[in-house]
């Protein structure tokens, strides 16, 4: 029987791990935020009172083992004079079968089908309201995903504005799990906003499963400014409860000058660097190795080199 793996994101992060994730012998559940408000989920949820659906098609389309056109199609937004500029057909096609089926959790299931993926793909919570909130370091509140990224000053904090109820099998699938994976991304809106809710640390702190995170490769700007590898563990065990991270995937390597000034001039984003005498004070496993890809200028993790530590991880 493979070995059961619970993957806690949302957006491009986890999109890019479960590429290479997927074709590992295990059976993966992805669990994915559903809060984002901008864009044309943002729109979409405006106008159809709905959960988010975008980064659930990029997640869905990256599980998938049909044909490339289709995935492109399924991630063409329209260009356009109209009011279908900016959708992708993807997120319109989650809404429609969201308002035929009235379930995301059912909608998510027959795109699933479409496309060929056989491992799970769930939202957090199937509330249509679910708002993200922030509170920078100034004291001020802002409400809304796409507000807290746009923030000008550096968040301090992340909450809801209302209890999410949570998916009975997302709950089902923490209990069930050989190994929980917090998946690179933005620690603010994709990552903790999945486990902030009470129901998943509770079942996270009663699970056996090791914790796994998959360290980002460069900083987010307003939320994680200097950060080094064991100030993201930090970061996350403030918001686990009980529980806190076991071991932790990080790259070392070294990013050539010219890619790491462009980001750090364009992006305001900086390498993550391993420190190791802070990650042994916090007892924390750690795997490295030469993780990280250019592609176009673009800093990537190795998706399958990736994959392959956390299935070697896994069954030893």
């Not at 295990?26 to 669990?31: P, R, S």
Request: aromatic residues 6%.
């Amino acid at each position: 029987m493979n070995k059961k793996v619970v993957v806690f994101g949302g957006g491009t992060g986890i999109s890019y791990l479960l590429r290479g994730l997927k074709d590992f012998p295990i059976d993966i559940t992805a669990v994915i935020t559903v809060s984002d408000n901008g864009r044309s989920t943002g729109r979409l949820r405006q106008e159809f009172h709905t959960p988010a659906v975008g980064d659930i098609r990029q997640v869905v389309t990256n599980l998938s083992s049909t044909d490339a056109a289709i995935k492109k199609m399924l991630s063409y937004r329209f260009n356009t004079s109209s009011d279908l500029n900016g959708h992708a057909l993807g997120n319109l096609i989650l809404t429609a079968m969201l308002d035929i089926t009235g379930s995301l959790k059912e909608s998510i299931s027959s795109l699933s089908k479409l496309l060929d993926v056989r491992h799970t793909v769930l939202p957090i919570s199937e509330d249509a309201n679910l708002t993200l909130m922030g509170e920078d370091v100034k004291g001020n509140i802002i409400e809304g995903e796409e507000e807290i990224t746009k923030s000008p000053n550096k968040i301090k904090r992340i909450f809801y504005k209302d209890e999410p109820n949570v998916l009975p099998e997302v709950i089902k699938a923490i209990n069930e799990a050989d190994l929980l994976i917090l998946s690179m991304g933005s620690l603010y809106t994709s990552i903790l906003p999945n486990v902030i809710c009470k129901e998943v640390q509770l079942a996270i702190g009663d699970s056996d499963a090791p914790i796994m995170y998959v360290c980002n490769a460069v900083s987010q700007p307003g939320e994680t400014d200097g950060f080094k590898v064991s100030d993201h563990i930090k970061m996350l065990n403030n918001y686990l409860g009980e529980r806190n991270v076991d071991v932790v995937i990080a790259s070392h390597t070294k990013i050539p000058k010219n890619i790491a000034h462009k980001y750090e001039t364009e992006e305001q984003k900086d390498p993550i660097l391993i420190d190791y005498e802070e990650l042994e004070k916090l007892g924390v496993e750690l795997i490295e190795d030469d993780l990280i890809v250019i592609e176009d200028n673009i800093i990537r993790h190795n998706s399958l080199k990736v994959s392959s530590l956390i299935f070697s991880y896994l069954i030893k």
